[in-house]
Antibody
Framework: QVQLQESGPGLVKPSETLSLTCTVSGGSINHYYWSWIRQPPGSGLEWIGYIYYSGSTNYNPSLKSRVTISIDTSKNQFSLRLSSVTAADTAVYYC?????????????WGQGTLVTVSS | EIVMTQSPATLSVSPGERATLSCRASQSISSNLAWYQQKPGQAPRLLIYGASTRATGIAARFSGGGSGTEFTLIISSLQSEDFAVYYCQQYNNWPYTFGQGTKLEIK
């Protein structure tokens, strides 16, 4: 059974960089697309961006100037960096696997990790 | 960006009854729509993709329909575990977007 686990600091100061890692277990990171999605408290879901195991990426234009997603296939991990954070970036951050190539909906999700932006 | 609008925001239904949730896209998305269920403190769970195909392990009481700009999720006979928030998601145009959710609550 594929499992995803987010890890990283739960508190980030304004103007700093948020960094999270998603570790994939129970399956290979190869040959799949992987996404980061976030959910502000009490709100809906926002797609941040995705990465293919080859390293190609696509970012939400609303965040593109601040987002970097990377992948380390040797560790079965992919990562998110979001720079210049503000309180508006406070959210539960999820990592998720695309169903298959050409099917950008998610069959496996991490449990989510709350990141709070505050001084 | 395609805007997904779900209605109603909250739906109150009694167990055993039928629930109909709606999702509208701001432009045509063909059948490139997925539905998710989210319970408090949990990640969303994939229910439906391709507008009408149930994901693996999803009960037959969940059914999806529609194409173009109008979509529905029907839960034919509500069980206690079905009371949750439901989201639609379009994957026709990047950036892929979600609706704001419909909260299904016990009447």
């Amino acid at each position: 059974q594929v499992q995803l686990q987010e890890s990283g600091p739960g508190l980030v100061k304004p103007s700093e960089t948020l960094s999270l890692t998603c570790t994939v277990s129970g399956g290979s990171i190869n040959h799949y697309y992987w996404s980061w999605i976030r959910q502000p408290p009490g709100s809906g879901l926002e797609w941040i961006g995705y990465i293919y195991y080859s390293g190609s990426t696509n970012y939400n234009p609303s965040l593109k100037s601040r987002v970097t997603i990377s992948i380390d296939t040797s560790k079965n991990q992919f990562s998110l960096r979001l720079s210049s954070v503000t309180a508006a970036d406070t959210a539960v951050y999820y990592c998720a696997r695309h169903f298959r190539e050409g099917a950008p909906y998610f069959d496996y999700w991490g449990q989510g990790t709350l990141v709070t932006v505050s001084s | 960006e395609i805007v997904m609008t779900q209605s109603p925001a909250t739906l109150s239904v009694s167990p055993g009854e039928r629930a109909t949730l709606s999702c509208r896209a701001s432009q045509s998305i063909s059948s490139n729509l997925a539905w998710y269920q989210q319970k408090p403190g949990q990640a969303p769970r994939l229910l439906i993709y391709g507008a009408s195909t149930r994901a693996t392990g999803i009960a037959a009481r969940f059914s999806g329909g529609g194409s173009g700009t109008e979509f529905t999720l029907i839960i034919s006979s509500l069980q206690s575990e079905d009371f949750a928030v439901y989201y639609c998601q379009q994957y026709n145009n990047w950036p892929y977007t979600f609706g704001q959710g419909t909260k299904l609550e016990i009447k």
